[in-house]
């Protein structure tokens, strides 16, 4: 049964102010991360997106108990997984273009079906396979060192950036059965906010780089308080508005929507001063994009 049209708006509407918390919160990062190492961006956004998340819980509790045992295992490595998705993407942003770190993190569809298909050995139709070659084209252009002035580094880095998150939603779809998705959230948060706050006080170039003290220089509007606080926040309720459109509209008629992102990524950026994109990598960001949200589209046509 199809779903209702004003259900459709309102689950799309949700998806867009999702994106755009988080588009905030990558902005927010951007904006540290001149000054603060990733490790210690992973930490303040964690740790702060934990008390907002506490607020909601006492707006509407969710489960803490399991709903069937047998996934500790698929959780920690999720947790795992995650991590090192966030870390590699808070890097991006610091030392990329805020627009090529996002393109970068959306590629998470296209990966899921080359892995499918070439690790899992999973019956892929061919026209899944097509615009998963046309969304890895999409990387290239997004990823060549000769318009986008990245590094190999950087490019190895963006890459690994998009191939965690895919495995990182891969195990997420299969902890729905063991777990409530708020429970999740939560342990997800406090791993990074732990692993955040041991990584304060190391020195794993470019990870980590030691602690620096929050600055409270000048007016009190312009201390780092407040945006990193703005980083939990903005954190919290994109979670928040995306999760409840998944709740009351089809996910493969509101996905989409989520590419929106870049768009917030490219606009932000241009106002922090990013680069001007090069035609190329504008083209390349297309055919993610497009590439995604055929994935999407075509894998919920697949399931019914």
């Known amino acids: 049964m199809s779903a209702p049209a004003s259900s459709l708006r309102l689950g799309i509407f949700y998806m867009a102010l999702g994106a755009l918390g988080f588009g905030l919160l990558n902005a927010l990062i951007k904006m540290l991360g001149s000054y603060y190492s990733p490790m210690e961006g992973v930490f303040y956004r964690s740790f702060f997106m934990l008390f907002f998340l506490g607020l909601l819980y006492y707006i509407k509790p969710f489960s803490f108990k399991a709903h069937k045992p047998g996934g500790l295992g698929l959780l920690i490595s999720r947790v795992f997984i995650g991590q090192a998705g966030m870390i590699l993407i808070f890097y991006n942003i ?3 273009p805020l627009g090529t770190a996002i393109a970068f993190s ?7 079906i080359v892995i499918a298909w070439l690790v899992l050995h999973e ?4 026209k899944l ?6 969304g890895i084209l999409g990387v290239g252009l997004v990823a060549n060192p000769s318009t986008s002035g990245l590094t190999w580094g950087l490019v190895l880095s963006g890459v690994l950036s998009g191939v965690m998150v895919s495995c990182a939603y891969v195990s997420l779809n299969k902890l729905k059965e063991y777990y409530d ?8 948060s406090a791993s990074l906010t732990l692993i955040g706050f041991a990584g304060m006080f190391v020195h794993i170039p470019p990870f980590a780089s030691g602690y620096h003290p929050m600055r409270f220089e000048g007016p ?3 201390w780092d308080l407040w945006l ?3 980083t939990g926040l903005s954190g919290a309720l994109g979670q928040c508005f995306i999760t409840k459109a998944y709740m009351i509209a089809p996910a493969g008629l509101i996905s989409p929507v989520d590419y929106s992102r870049i768009f ?3 606009i932000f950026g241009m106002l922090l001063g990013d680069p001007h994109i090069h035609m190329g990598q504008l083209f390349g960001m297309i055919l993610i994009v497009l590439s995604g949200v055929f994935i999407v589209l075509e894998s919920k046509k697949a399931q019914g």
Do not use: E, R, S
């Not at 019956?123 to 061919?126: C, H, S």
């Not at 396979?129 to 046309?134: D, F, K, M, T, Y």
């Open 94 to 96: 610091a030392c990329m």
């Open 123 to 126: 019956k892929v139709g061919w």
């Open 181 to 188: 998705g708020g429970f999740v959230i939560v342990v997800f």
């Open 129 to 134: 396979i097509v615009a998963a070659l046309l």
């Open 228 to 230: 990193l606080i703005g």
């Open 220 to 222: 009190w509007w312009h």
């Open 264 to 266: 917030w990524a490219l």
């Open 106 to 112: 959306q590629t998470a569809p296209i990966y899921a």
